[in-house]
């Protein structure tokens, strides 16, 4: 691996990820997408099927995978992950919703996340968000969501085969996420999957 481990933190460069995941394979244009997803997932297919991950890029990643990181086989997921990493860490502005989702499918699931995030939704002024019965019936959704164990299989079928210099580049970026665009994130949700997942990776 290059020496980049003593790169500062806001400076992390695409190279530092791609090298800590270099052992990963490119898949198959069979293998990007997970079974289960229709036909509405065939133009990410053939976008991703003709990439690899140092030549994709920010935009491309906003308008491309941009709210379809949901669909992404481990594998892929994993493949393109240095690029997703440093797009999110070096170009936030113009993929601020992507490095949102992201650090969403890097943090281990919790129950009380989702009760938080629900709880926040009820806040909302009447009037401005959706009607009671249908906020009663999506809170309910969510819940039945989280409690068939998806959420949290799918999180750790990404993540529990992750070598130790991947896992380190991770929590290296997370650090990295924090320093620079922590602000955008006010309710801990940095430190939380840091805290919850990815501090094992911490050097003794």
Do not use: C
């Not at 070096?90 to 601020?96: I, N, R, T």
């Not at 938080?116 to 939704?121: I, P």
């Not at 799918?154 to 991947?166: K, M, N, S, Y």
């Amino acid at each position: 691996m290059r020496d980049n481990m003593q790169t500062p933190p806001n400076m992390i460069s695409k190279e530092f990820f791609l090298d800590a995941f270099a052992s990963r394979p490119r898949p198959l244009a069979t293998g990007i997408l997970r079974p289960a997803v229709n036909r509405d997932g065939d133009r990410l297919r053939e976008f991703l099927a003709k990439k690899t991950s140092p030549e994709l890029t920010a935009p491309e990643i906003g308008a491309e995978v941009e709210g379809n990181l949901w669909m992404l086989t481990p594998e892929a997921f994993r493949y393109f992950l240095p690029a997703f990493l440093h797009a999110a860490l070096a170009s936030y502005a113009s993929v601020s919703v992507f490095a949102s989702e992201l650090v969403g499918a890097l943090t281990e699931p919790s129950r009380a996340d989702v009760v938080a995030a629900l709880d926040r939704v009820n806040q909302i002024p009447p009037g401005l968000g959706l009607p009671k019965d249908m906020t009663e019936l999506f809170r309910k959704q969510q819940l039945e969501w989280f409690d068939s164990g998806i959420p949290a299989a799918i999180f750790h079928e990404r993540v529990d085969g992750l070598t130790a210099a991947e896992g380190a580049a991770i929590l290296a970026f997370f650090g990295a996420f924090k320093e620079t665009h922590g602000l955008n994130f006010p309710f801990r949700e940095l430190e939380i999957a840091v805290e919850r997942y990815w501090a094992r990776y911490r050097a003794p």
